[in-house]
């Protein structure tokens, strides 16, 4: 395999950071910008002990350019009330990267942001729950603390970009004089999903060096360079919920019981009693406690009221939804309704839709086919083929 120096205008291969065609053909001020954000000195490199960033960090160095890796603290035992070896922040976690970082011969930090963490994503996943809607951590994690707060890190430590091992590509549009979210090379891998509401200073500081690999392709330079995590299995769960139960972590967390309330139909008859609404999610159908005679799913989360609406599948699809809070990346504002694709959750398929803005911080969003269980407080995502246009929070 072959790399790059840090001083090539193009920086390509396993470092896909911009791709221009023609670069005569850029414009003067467009050339000035290029060159300020391209010319790259020193990266501070995200390591989570997986071998991922494990990959990142050895293609940063092999490029020819100063690394450092960085692996960030996000809790203690204490906080989440578990045993931390089973979360992707273990010791063991913690070990593997400082490993894989003294092997490449790079400096090695671990960095505490369990207080930004404890309000950022945790106290925004438990209000979210409580507020009859389902979250999404990840988002808020790469929102608030990877891409925010390690950023700033990184400036104090005279880093000028950051890098992790998320697959997705970061390319500048010298037409719009701006920098593109796009999917990755690896459809199955892809996160883009996860990294929308990232901005242009942010993604004008960041790498992607896996955006052009396949998950294989990783493993192999792993094996490559001997790695001990090179068949590390991928983590699943939600990090600060590693056994799945995230009811039971909300009332130890908070302390405090969730208080039951009814089961109501489409109609508004009382079924049955539930066990408190952050015990439930929108489209669920399994471990309901209730029989109504056919196979029934949750329709609808009412916190005013303590109801949790049950109903037949075809009650859970609609054709529209608002977002709020939104991002947009390859373009500054919507001045008329344009043609996309969108998903309403990382799982999702994308779907074809109209997509209006229909305020400074609200896009109005019509499918042209009914989408099941779109929901309050997940984030879609919006496509132009394989450009991420924004992103923004259903309400």
Same mark, same amino acid.
């Given at each position: 395999?072959?790399?790059?120096?840090?001083?090539?205008?193009?920086?390509?291969?396993?470092?896909?950071?911009?791709?221009?065609?023609?670069?005569?053909?850029?414009?003067?001020?467009?050339?000035?910008?290029?060159?300020?954000?391209?010319?790259?000195?020193?990266?501070?490199?995200?390591?989570?002990?997986?071998?991922?960033?494990?990959?990142?960090?050895?293609?940063?160095?092999?490029?020819?350019?100063?690394?450092?890796?960085?692996?960030?603290?996000?809790?203690?035992?204490?906080?989440?009330?578990?045993?931390?070896?089973?979360?992707?922040?273990?010791?063991?976690?913690?070990?593997?990267?400082?490993?894989?970082?003294?092997?490449?011969?790079?400096?090695?930090?671990?960095?505490?942001?369990?207080?930004?963490?404890?309000?950022?994503?945790?106290?925004?996943?438990?209000?979210?729950?409580?507020?009859?809607?389902?979250?999404? /951590?990840?988002?808020?994690?790469?929102?608030?603390?990877?891409?925010?707060?390690?950023?700033?890190?990184?400036?104090?430590?005279?880093?000028?970009?950051?890098?992790?091992?998320?697959?997705?590509?970061?390319?500048?549009?010298?037409?719009?004089?701006?920098?593109?979210?796009?999917?990755?090379?690896?459809?199955?891998?892809?996160?883009?999903?996860?990294?929308?509401?990232?901005?242009?200073?942010?993604?004008?500081?960041?790498?992607?060096?896996?955006?052009?690999?396949?998950?294989?392709?990783?493993?192999?330079?792993?094996?490559?360079?001997?790695?001990?995590?090179?068949?590390? /299995?991928?983590?699943?769960?939600?990090?600060?919920?590693?056994?799945?139960?995230?009811?039971?972590?909300?009332?130890?967390?908070?302390?405090?019981?969730?208080?039951?309330?009814?089961?109501?139909?489409?109609?508004?008859?009382?079924?049955?009693?539930?066990?408190?609404?952050?015990?439930?999610?929108?489209?669920?159908?399994?471990?309901?406690?209730?029989?109504?005679?056919?196979?029934?799913?949750?329709?609808?989360?009412? /916190?005013?009221?303590?109801?949790?609406?049950?109903?037949?599948?075809?009650?859970?699809?609609?054709?529209?939804?608002?977002?709020?809070?939104?991002?947009?990346?390859?373009?500054?504002?919507?001045?008329? /309704?344009?043609?996309?694709?969108?998903?309403?959750?990382?799982?999702?398929?994308?779907?074809?839709?109209?997509?209006?803005?229909?305020?400074?911080?609200?896009?109005?969003?019509?499918?042209?086919?009914?989408?099941?269980?779109?929901?309050?407080?997940?984030?879609?995502?919006?496509?132009?083929?394989?450009?991420?246009?924004?992103?923004?929070?259903?309400?």
């Amino acid at each position: 395999m072959t790399y790059v120096s840090k001083n090539d205008i193009i920086i390509k291969a396993y470092i896909n950071v911009i791709e221009v065609a023609d670069i005569d053909s850029i414009t003067v001020n467009n050339k000035f910008n290029l060159w300020k954000y391209i010319m790259i000195n020193r990266v501070m490199v995200a390591m989570s002990g997986g071998v991922d960033s494990s990959v990142a960090a050895y293609l940063i160095k092999s490029s020819g350019v100063d690394a450092v890796g960085a692996t960030l603290k996000l809790f203690s035992n204490e906080d989440i009330q578990l045993d931390r070896t089973k979360t992707c922040c273990s010791l063991s976690d913690v070990e593997d990267a400082r490993s894989v970082a003294n092997r490449l011969g790079i400096p090695y930090y671990v960095f505490n942001f369990s207080d930004n963490f404890k309000e950022k994503v945790i106290g925004r996943f438990i209000a979210t729950y409580e507020s009859g809607g389902t979250p999404n /951590p990840c988002i808020d994690c790469n929102r608030f603390i990877k891409f925010k707060q390690l950023l700033t890190r990184a400036e104090l430590m005279e880093c000028d970009h950051i890098a992790t091992g998320h697959y997705a590509r970061v390319e500048y549009d010298s037409n719009s004089d701006r920098w593109l979210l796009k999917k990755a090379a690896d459809s199955h891998k892809d996160q883009t999903y996860v990294l929308a509401s990232l901005n242009q200073e942010q993604l004008a500081h960041t790498l992607f060096p896996l955006g052009g690999l396949t998950k294989s392709e990783v493993r192999q330079i792993a094996d490559e360079q001997n790695f001990l995590n090179a068949d590390k /299995p991928d983590s699943q769960d939600i990090c600060f919920v590693p056994d799945g139960n995230y009811a039971r972590f909300i009332e130890e967390y908070t302390n405090h019981q969730s208080i039951p309330g009814n089961f109501i139909d489409t109609t508004g008859k009382i079924v049955g009693k539930h066990k408190g609404i952050i015990h439930y999610t929108l489209g669920q159908r399994k471990k309901l406690g209730v029989s109504m005679g056919r196979p029934i799913f949750v329709c609808n989360i009412d /916190p005013q009221t303590n109801t949790v609406t049950l109903g037949d599948e075809p009650d859970l699809y609609s054709k529209s939804l608002t977002a709020r809070d939104i991002n947009l990346i390859a373009l500054p504002e919507i001045k008329s /309704p344009i043609r996309v694709t969108a998903k309403t959750r990382y799982s999702h398929k994308e779907a074809a839709a109209t997509l209006e803005q229909t305020g400074a911080n609200e896009l109005h969003i019509e499918f042209d086919e009914p989408q099941r269980a779109i929901t309050k407080g997940q984030s879609v995502v919006i496509y132009s083929d394989e450009v991420v246009i924004g992103s923004g929070t259903i309400v």
